[in-house]
């Protein structure tokens, strides 16, 4: 069964970076987009960004350009995202998708906690 | 970017009742690309209802969605324990992919 293991929660001090995987499996890793989408505590759900196994080319949400890199090891099947200048305000989970097909975020990674405290 | 804006914020219901969740979207959209994630405390989102209006693998037949254009609805015929979370709405009709704030159903 298609599934998506995310690493454990992450407690980081302003201005830090953070590196946060998605290990895959039951599917055909290089075929579909890796999304990931992150949320405040008590918000919505925000879009920051995608890549594309095979190939590695990505797209990044406008407000997260040049803090974002999205990264991925075909190897191990397994997709990165790193985010760098970390504020307060980027506290939040995050979370790995997989567009699974016609832009659908069909199974969704169970969430990294990112705590950016002093 | 398309704006989705979700009615109500909150929608208080009994079990067995019937909801009605709205989204309205900024600018038409296709409805192929209009989605709805169900989402308990402390989970990531579950999609429910793609294209609009089909169901996604092991979703109940009392949840389904409509709508076409700028406006689509999400509907429980009848409410389960279950039920009663947060629900979000997205479009990924045009990049980028957004979504909308969420409705939580509660219990009255």
């Known amino acids: 069964q298609v599934q998506l293991v995310q690493s454990g929660a992450e407690v980081k001090e302003p201005g830090a970076s953070v590196k946060v995987s998605c290990k895959t499996s039951g599917y055909t890793f290089n075929d579909l987009y890796i999304h990931w989408v992150r949320q405040a505590p008590g918000q919505g759900l925000e879009w920051m960004g995608w890549i594309y196994p095979h190939g590695g080319g990505t797209k990044y949400a406008q407000k997260f350009q040049g803090r974002v890199t999205m990264t991925r090891d075909m190897s191990i099947s397994t997709a990165y995202m790193d985010l760098s200048g970390l504020k307060s305000d980027d506290t939040a989970m995050y979370y790995c998708?997989?567009?699974?097909?016609?832009?659908?975020?069909?199974?969704w990674g169970q969430g990294t906690l990112v705590t950016v405290s002093s | 970017e398309i704006v989705l804006t979700q009615s109500p914020g909150t929608l208080s219901l009994s079990p067995g009742e019937r909801a009605t969740l709205s989204c309205r979207a900024s600018?038409?959209?296709?409805?192929?690309?209009l989605a709805w994630f169900q989402q308990k405390p402390g989970q990531a989102p579950r999609l429910l209802i793609y294209g609009a209006s089909s169901r996604a693998t092991g979703i109940p037949d009392r949840f389904s969605g409509s709508g076409s254009g700028t406006d689509f609805t999400l509907t429980i015929s009848r409410l389960e324990p279950e039920d009663f979370v947060v629900y979000h709405c997205?479009?990924?009709?045009?990049?980028?992919?957004?979504f909308g704030q969420g409705t939580k159903v509660e219990i009255k």
């Open positions: 600018q038409s959209i296709s409805s192929s690309y």
């Open positions: 998708t997989r567009d699974g097909h016609d832009r659908t975020f069909d199974y």
């Open positions: 997205q479009q990924y009709d045009s990049a980028p992919p957004t």
